[in-house]
């Protein structure tokens, strides 16, 4: 008899590597699109997300779908359930919110614990077919200085980015409760979105980790932005929870993405940074 693919935990499907493949993997991420493409090119051959709340047009579970175009089995845990950002805390307390058809047909279903479904999706047969060669995901929004980044997934921000406004489509929870994991490298200002919250407020905790580097940063509501699309939470995304270094710049709770820009971007030019 042939051994069951081996069950992986991690805060993020960005942080796997090669021993993805043929794994069934327990991660942190959204069940957005952009998380949804990694994990079909690392070829998991299933995957459990957070479901972030759901938010604008579903788009936290919006992975499931594509996945289940790709042949993968894919299911997402309540973010009322466990802590998004955190592998290790959806296998303790994460509760089955929804499956796609190829979850469901291995009897992953709504209301099961995220153990009890990871193991059933220990099930799935060897992976579909390859997901589309590349995901464009790094979109220069304003090219002036300082210059306006978005970037779909937190995890794309390099020291190209330094000095620079960056909005990305991830959600702000740290991942492991690890301050060092707000952002790899320091930014002028950063843009999350807030998943929803979630349970012990998990979807929000990279705003004090930033503002103890010295970096104004805000969440946007799930439900006015699309989770894992930075061109959404800059078009679209309304303000929901602000560190105290964007308070002190003027900005608050209600205030359009765009004004968060417009204004640390404005600050910048007038003082040369935030100090």
Not at 123 to 139: D, H, N, S, V, W
Request: net charge negative.
């Amino acid at each position: 008899m042939a051994a069951l693919p081996p069950i992986l935990t991690a805060d993020s499907i960005t942080r796997v590597g090669p021993e993805a493949a043929g794994a069934v993997v327990v991660n942190g991420s959204h069940g957005g699109i952009y998380a949804a493409y990694v994990a079909a090119k690392l070829r998991v051959s299933a995957a459990i997300f957070n479901d972030a709340g759901g938010g604008r047009d579903n788009a936290g579970i919006a992975g499931l779908d594509y996945l289940e175009a790709l042949g993968v089995p894919a299911a997402a845990v309540g973010h009322d359930t466990a802590r998004i950002g955190d592998g290790s805390d959806m296998m303790a307390r994460g509760m089955i919110t929804h499956a796609n058809p190829a979850a469901i047909a291995l009897g992953c279903r709504g209301g099961m614990t995220c153990r009890d479904a990871g193991a059933a999706l220990q099930a799935a047969g060897p992976r579909g077919r390859e997901p589309p060669p590349a995901l464009e995901a790094a979109f220069l929004l304003i090219g002036e200085a300082p210059a306006v980044w978005a970037l779909d997934s937190a995890s794309l921000v390099s020291p190209e980015h330094a000095g620079t406004v960056v909005v990305t489509g991830s959600h702000g929870g740290l991942l492991g409760g690890k301050p060092d994991t707000a952002l790899k490298y320091d930014v002028r200002a950063a843009l999350f979105n807030d998943a929803g919250i979630g349970i012990d407020e998990a979807g929000v905790t990279r705003l004090p980790a930033l503002d103890a580097r010295g970096v104004a940063a805000c969440t946007v509501a799930a439900a006015s932005a699309r989770i894992g699309d930075a061109r959404s939470t800059y078009e679209d995304g309304i303000l929901s929870r602000i560190n105290s270094r964007a308070a002190a710049l003027g900005i608050a709770p209600g205030m359009a993405a765009r004004e968060f820009v417009a204004i640390t971007r404005r600050v910048a030019l007038e003082r040369g940074g935030f100090a």
